[in-house]
């Protein structure tokens, strides 16, 4: 059974910092990428199709972000914690969004998984999300 469980949200002011965790727990894949993504309130119905990719992470320790954050924001893993972690610097107003965690188990690159929008319903594991608000 894979869990994957948020935390680290909170409020903070513009140019302000946040780190985001999520422990995963039950994945055993040996090739796997996995990713933050976010949504905004407007899009909850949406539900997954609504979020977007914020950042990725590979089992080959490559990263991609979106072109928002880059600069910005850090992805990192901790594999002796089964941690996966969103450092997030100077945090702007439009960063404000439900954070959500995700795990895709095959061999695709943080690359390719932030390429498009039609990947993100591959990441077939997701946590409860951490709500981020900056204002």
């Known amino acids: 059974h894979v869990q994957l469980v948020e935390s680290g949200g909170g409020s903070v002011q513009p140019g302000g910092t946040l780190r985001l965790s999520c422990e995963f727990s039950?994945?055993?894949?040996?090739?796997?990428?996995l990713g933050w993504f976010r949504q905004d309130p407007g899009k909850e119905r949406e539900g997954v199709a609504g979020?977007?990719?914020?950042?990725?992470?590979?089992?080959?320790?490559?990263?991609s972000y979106a072109d928002s954050v880059k600069g910005r924001f850090t992805i990192s893993q901790d594999n002796a914690k089964n941690t996966l972690y969103l450092q997030m610097n100077s945090l702007k107003p439009e960063d404000t969004a439900m954070y959500y965690c995700?795990?895709?188990?095959?061999?695709?690159?943080?690359?390719?998984?932030?390429?498009?929008?039609?990947?993100?319903?591959?990441?077939?594991?997701w946590g409860q999300g951490t709500q981020v608000t900056v204002s």
């Open positions: 039950g994945f055993t894949a040996s090739k796997y990428c």
């Open positions: 995700a795990a895709l188990s095959g061999d695709i690159s943080a690359i390719q998984a932030l390429a498009a929008q039609s990947m993100i319903p591959l990441f077939g594991y």
């Open positions: 979020r977007e990719g914020v950042a990725a992470i590979d089992s080959d320790g490559g990263t």
